[in-house]
T-cell receptor
Framework: EAQVTQNPRYLITVTGKKLTVTCSQNMNHEYMSWYRQDPGLGLRQIYYSMNVEVTDKGDVPEGYKVSRKEKRNFPLILESPSPNQTSLYFC?????????????FGEGSRLTVL | AQSVTQPDIHITVSEGASLELRCNYSYGATPYLFWYVQSPGQGLQLLLKYFSGDTLVQGIKGFEAEFKRSQSSFNLRKPSVHWSDAAEYFCAVGAESNYQLIWGAGTKLIIKP
């Protein structure tokens, strides 16, 4: 089954404790992206990657890091989480070809930073 | 500035009634338009998209949307809603040549029995 898998789905942590949210897709997609979803703000892009070893900032990259060492994986790293990073995070992927392709989303990771 | 506006934060409709969710956009290039649905506890799923051609597009789950260039709108419709349609709906716009999408804030659809 074609899917984007995120882990963990739920996480409560404390300020400053490094964490990683993993994302893996099995569709051989070149493009992967991370979003955060906050009430009233819709989805905001954090980082995206157009291929292995190619990553770029989205609209709200501060406080986040990503890496793309393999095509299927695109982890999101919070080196020193703060309460304003409490949010619902989505990983998504698509084939290359600009916006003509459908974005496939993971089920989301709800993060709470105390 | 480029933006997508979904004027209704919440909409409540009775099961079996018709539905229209509004989406207005401001975009400098030829827009590619999308509606995605997020069911509770799930990720987003593409309902339909408009690139060119017929301005009335059909999607999954019985949804359709109409592109009106003069009004910069891409409203989503369904003739008769089912309880399973309760979800949050997002409109998004982008250009063909890039990968960035501008998202609306979402409209939460509540179905009354």
């Amino acid at each position: 089954e074609a899917q984007v898998t995120q882990n963990p789905r739920y996480l409560i942590t404390v300020t400053g404790k490094k964490l990683t949210v993993t994302c893996s897709q099995n569709m051989n997609h070149e493009y992967m992206s991370w979003y955060r979803q906050d009430p009233g703000l819709g989805l905001r892009q954090i980082y995206y990657s157009m291929n292995v070893e190619v990553t770029d900032k989205g609209d709200v990259p501060e406080g986040y890091k990503v890496s793309r060492k393999e095509k299927r994986n695109f982890p999101l790293i919070l080196e020193s989480p703060s309460p304003n990073q409490t949010s619902l995070y989505f990983c998504a992927s698509r084939v290359m070809g600009g916006n003509t392709g459908e974005l496939f989303f993971g089920e989301g990771s709800r993060l709470t930073v105390l | 500035a480029q933006s997508v506006t979904q004027p209704d934060i919440h909409i409540t409709v009775s099961e079996g009634a018709s539905l229209e969710l509004r989406c207005n956009y401001s975009y400098g290039a030829t827009p590619y338009l999308f509606w995605y649905v997020q069911s509770p506890g799930q990720g987003l799923q593409l309902l339909l998209k408009y690139f060119s051609g017929d301005t009335l597009v059909q999607g999954i789950k019985g949804f359709e949307a109409e592109f009106k260039r003069s009004q910069s709108s891409f409203n989503l419709r369904k003739p008769s809603v089912h309880w399973s349609d309760a979800a949050e709906y997002f409109c998004a716009v982008g250009a063909e040549s890039n990968y960035q999408l501008i998202w609306g804030a979402g409209t939460k659809l509540i179905i009354k029995p």
